[in-house]
Structure formats: C-alpha cells, structure tokens
C-alpha cells in the first residue's frame, strides 16, 4: 500500500471533511481516484489545511484525538505490503486476523459481500479509508466476523444505497459511512459499543436511522448535514448529544429524552426548519449557540424552573412552559375544518392515516409547522392535519403602516419570515405593499388580503427610496470588482436573469445598497445589480474604515444575514477590520485574504 494511504493520510481526510463542514455542506473537494492503488483520496488545497474553525480543535494533532483508540494487532506506521485476493487487498496481524486495507477496481460492482474469510484467516476489521470511493457500489454485506470498521472505510460512494452491519461489529470510527447521497436509511446493531464522530456527516438523502441501545452520546457531527433527516428514535441509553450532532439537517421539532443530561455546542445550528424542541429537566448543560442560523421563530419547550428555561431566558430563546409533557394551554390555538380533512401520523401525506375529521369540526392546534402542516391533539394523543384546510380563530389587530413600497418583481407572499414558510400568494411586480413591520432577516411583515403575510425586502423599493420620474438614481459609492467575472443580474440575488458580466478591475458606480449584501450598479445606461460581496469600495479603497474585537465567538458568513452560509469562525476577542458597516447592522470585513460578514452586535469597536 502507498504511503499516502497510511493513518497520517486519513487525519488529513477527517480534517479536510469535518473543516469543509465547519464552512457549510456546499464545500467542494477533489476526489482523484488512484488506479495504481485502485482506491481513493481527497486532496486537500493549503488553504483548506491551513484554515481551522472548529470549537475546540485547534490543529491536526487535535484531530487525530477525534479517532478512537483501536488495536489493530498491526503496526501501520512502519513500511508495509499488502497482499491481495479476488480484488481485495489485506495484511495479516499478529492475532492471524485478516485487515482489509483496499479494493481493486474489478471489486466496485453493483453488490459487494465482503468474505468472512481470506487465505484461511478471519476478517476481524476494515482499515481505515478501506472501501472509500466506490462508484459504482450499490449495496454491501459485511460478514458477522467483523468487529471494527475504520475511520471514512465506507465514505463517499457514489451510489451506495444499502449497507448490511451485522452483530459482530463492536466500533464505527470517524467518518466511516460520510457523504453516502444515496443511502437513504441505516440501522446500527445493539453490538456496536463506540461510534466515532462524523459517522453519518453530509448522508444528505439520509431518512431512516435506527441507533443501537448501548451507546451512552450521540457524538461530535453525527449527523451533520444531513438534511433530510427529519425523524429519529435517541435510545435510553445516550446521556449526552454532542457538538453540531444534527447541524444541518430536516427537523421540525425535535425531543430531546429524559435520559440525557447534557447538550452541546451548537447542536442545532443551520436547521433551518426546526421550530419546537423539548428539552426535559434532566438536561443540566446546554452549550453555546445550539440554534446558531436556525428560524427566527424556533421556541424550547420546557418545565418552569428548569435549566432549560434558565437558558432560555439567558440568550433570548422564546420559551413555553410544560407541564408533566403536557403543552400550557395558553399555546393552544383552535380552530374549525373547512373540509372533510384526514388526520396522519406524520406533517406529509406520506405517513399513514389515523382518521378523518369531518368538515366543521373543531382542532386544538399545538404547533403551526413551517410546511404548512398543524399538530392537533386528537382522540387523547396527537395527529396531524394540512393547515390550509383549518380556519382558525385568531382575533386580528389592525397594524399601524410603518411604510409603503412598490414590488421590483413577481414576489412571494409566504406565512412567516423565510423561504421555509408556506407560500399564501403572489404579488405581480409594481404591486404596492403597505410594511408594518420590518424584521432583523430583511423580511417585510405586510398587510395582504385582510390580514398579514410576509415578503422579502430585497425584492420592495421603499417609497422613501424612489426616484423622481425622469431622475437619475444618486452615485453613493464607487469601487471595483474584485474577481475575474461578476455576473450583472436584473435583480438583487442569483435567483434574477444574467444581463451581463463584469471582469476583474472594473468600476462601479452604486446607487444602492440592499440588506442581504448586493448593490444597485449603474450598467450600461442602466441599472444592473452585483453581490457586494465581490466588490472593493473606493474611499476606503476596499480597506480599514474601523477596528474592533469580537466579544464572542463569532461565525463569517458569506453576505450580510444568517441567511448565507459560514465561511468561517472568530474567536472570542478576535480583532477584525472593517471595511463598510452595512443599514442592518452587519460589518464587512477582511478575512482570509478576502472579505466576510459578520454580525456588529458582537463587534466592540476599538
């Protein structure tokens, strides 16, 4: 085996996968197959290895603490040789137990049975990066000898979409099963004693989990990234959930179980339609920003006088009391149908039905889902209904106009503050809105059709905005692209048609800066719109205009609004320099020899 399939080679992997994940699922790596070795591996650009933004990982070394600590009867850190049989490479150990350390190109096929025996010796474990790569592997059996599979040794197959674990096998390490789309489902056997961290990161079709009964945490990244994950059993035994276990994935709500005492870092953060969790008295430690980039509008239900209302109140989470798992009947909403509606197990038509409603009867509704589905209670337990077919009796209050506008396009109409959220209507482009509210994302709350709905601001001009007719918009600022093509767009996100591009260099003149980080650009005896993000502004000449410190640990991101993926991480008392302060309160600035965002409620300015 080449050396760079050694275990040094695979510290560098889980760096480069779990550091990709720490600047949001959309990373991109080379994968370059090796036919020689007739494997895979990732390579790692220097500045991917040089970067490093995980809480409490401060180098490779660190990493490498991640492992866990397996007996492989062999030592790899000398030179070795593999030997190889039907396409399938190994070394023998000291215990006369088969390692598999590889596959020949012949063995990636539609079904890999790996043998329970080589050359007469048991296969006891899979190395680490092992089968790595597949591409054409749809389902693997790994035979009941098995005990250990190694860090990423079923990572990153193209079209797997069935694993078999069976019984025997004792320890899953770092990554083993990481960035497998098609796996849509697994179950880990009751004999699995240790879980790495990362095991199942960036499974993005990843639906059905079941966990064994014998681990005691749901590690460090499990299920990062998986975002369709929106459903999962936790077993009595975990007692901890660990760091960014399920970032990123397809929650509504989530309950955590009475058995576990501790929730860490950032648990939560990026799940972008997470709503309700329930967190239960047993839990004592919560850290740091679990719902870091999470809707505006997710709640922790609790009980009063717990940690979990203690923590609550002490970051501004909305909080609702609970009482012996019961909802406060102050969150209840009612409500009637408005057609013969089927009540189901589940927020979607694809789970199966518990009964009918019938039109005109009354629903006690506990959680307003943001797909459009309601929890009710329902026949002494709970069901759920789709909430178009529930009126519900909600007393409306006249909201005072705060300002009024004109739509730039065809914009919709939606239920709350985000894309997430059910689409209740359309309105065509120069439509007037009347704004009654203006929240921290950029979203406008309006009135429509006799009550509220909610739309992007970047997509209203402002009266207070316009021009006069006939009136050249006002030049506010100049600068130049700083990338070697800009997309001119006829609107103020890539959602808008290309008009044009813009090479590196080239000058711009601004008539506009939008909340979410684009400018207005004069273009062609025209307007065009750019990302600013991409833009050096003159005056300050693209540099310092203020200095300051971080006064908490602090994400970049890559636009003006948690509504645009980390491209980074700031420690606590972090100097940054700024190069514009934007109207929503964020500050561009200069990071990694490019420039970010990041929120100036955690800036102090020196």
């Given amino acids: 085996m080449p050396k760079q399939f050694k275990k040094a080679a695979c510290f560098l992997t889980v760096l480069g996968l779990l550091t990709s994940f720490a600047f949001g699922a959309n990373s991109s790596y080379a994968m370059s197959k090796q036919k020689d070795a007739k494997q895979a591996t990732k390579v790692l650009s220097n500045s991917e290895l040089n970067i490093l933004n995980l809480e409490g990982v401060e180098d490779v070394d660190d990493l490498e603490n991640l492992l866990l600590d397996i007996d492989w009867g062999f030592d790899f850190d000398d030179d070795w040789d593999d030997l190889e049989q039907d396409g399938i490479f190994y070394v023998v150990n000291d215990n006369d137990e088969a390692i598999i350390t590889g596959y020949a190109e012949s063995v990636d096929k539609s079904t890999i049975s790996i043998p329970s025996k080589i050359d007469g010796h048991p296969v006891t474990m899979i190395y680490e990066f092992a089968f790595c790569g597949l591409e054409k592997t749809k389902t693997i059996n790994i035979p009941n000898s098995v005990k250990v599979i190694g860090a990423e040794a079923f990572a990153w197959c193209e079209n797997l979409q069935t694993i078999n674990i069976p019984n025997s096998v004792t320890t899953i390490d770092v990554a083993a099963f990481a960035g497998n789309d098609k796996l849509q489902s697994i179950t880990i056997p009751n004999s699995v004693t240790e879980l790495g961290a990362a095991a199942f990161i960036l499974n993005e079709n990843l639906t059905s989990v079941t966990l064994p009964n014998t681990i005691s945490s749901i590690p460090y990244a499990t299920f990062a990234g998986c975002v369709s994950l929106k459903k999962i059993d936790i077993p009595s035994s975990v007692k901890a959930i660990e760091k960014e276990a399920f970032s990123m994935t397809g929650f509504t709500e989530f309950t955590v179980p009475d058995t576990v005492t501790t929730i860490g870092y950032q648990v939560f953060s990026d799940c972008e339609n997470l709503v309700k969790v329930t967190i239960p008295k047993s839990v004592t430690t919560i850290g740091k920003a679990i719902f870091e980039g999470c809707s505006d509008d997710v ?70 889902l943001p797909s459009g589905w309601y929890k009710i209670k329902y026949k002494g337990t709970y069901g759920y209904v789709l909430g178009k077919y529930v009126k519900l009796n909600i007393p409306q209050q006249d909201e005072k106009v705060i300002a009024t506008g004109k739509t730039t396009a065809q914009l919709n109409v939606r239920k709350g503050s985000s894309t997430k959220y059910a689409k209740i209507g359309s309105l065509s482009k120069g439509a007037k809105v009347e704004i009654v509210s203006k929240l921290s994302n950029g979203w406008y709350k309006i009135k429509y059709n006799g009550t509220y709905g909610y739309v992007s601001g970047a997509y209203v001009k ?94 970049v991101r890559s636009g003006a609004g948690t509504g645009y993926k980390k491209i980074g991480y700031l420690n606590k008392g972090t100097k940054v320099e700024i190069v514009t302060k934007l109207s929503n309160g964020w500050y561009k600035i200069k990071f990694n020899s490019s420039y970010g965002y990041v929120s100036g409620d955690y800036v102090k300015l020196i």
């Fill in 299 to 368: 709640t922790i239900y609790g009980e009063k006088g717990s940690y979990a209302e203690t923590y609550a109140n002490k970051f501004g989470i909305p909080f609702k009391a609970i009482s012996t798992g019961q909802e406060d009947p102050s969150d209840i909403l009612t409500g009637k149908t408005t057609a013969k509606l089927n009540v189901r197990k589940g927020p979607g038509t694809k789970y199966a039905k518990m009964g009918t409603l019938s039109k005109g009867a009354k629903v006690e509704v506990i959680t307003k």
């Fill in 462 to 555: 402002l009266d207070s905005e316009q021009p006069k007719p006939g009136e050249d918009e006002k030049i506010i600022a100049t600068g130049k692209t700083t990338v070697s093509s800009l997309n001119v767009r006829s609107g103020p996100s890539s959602n808008y048609s290309k008009l044009g591009i813009l090479t590196k260099g080239t000058k711009v003149e601004v008539v506009e800066r939008y909340s979410n980080g684009w400018y207005k650009i004069k273009y062609k005896g025209s307007y065009g719109y750019v990302s600013g993000a991409y833009v050096s502004l003159d005056g300050s000449k693209g540099e310092v205009i203020a200095t300051g410190k971080t006064t908490a640990g602090l994400n």
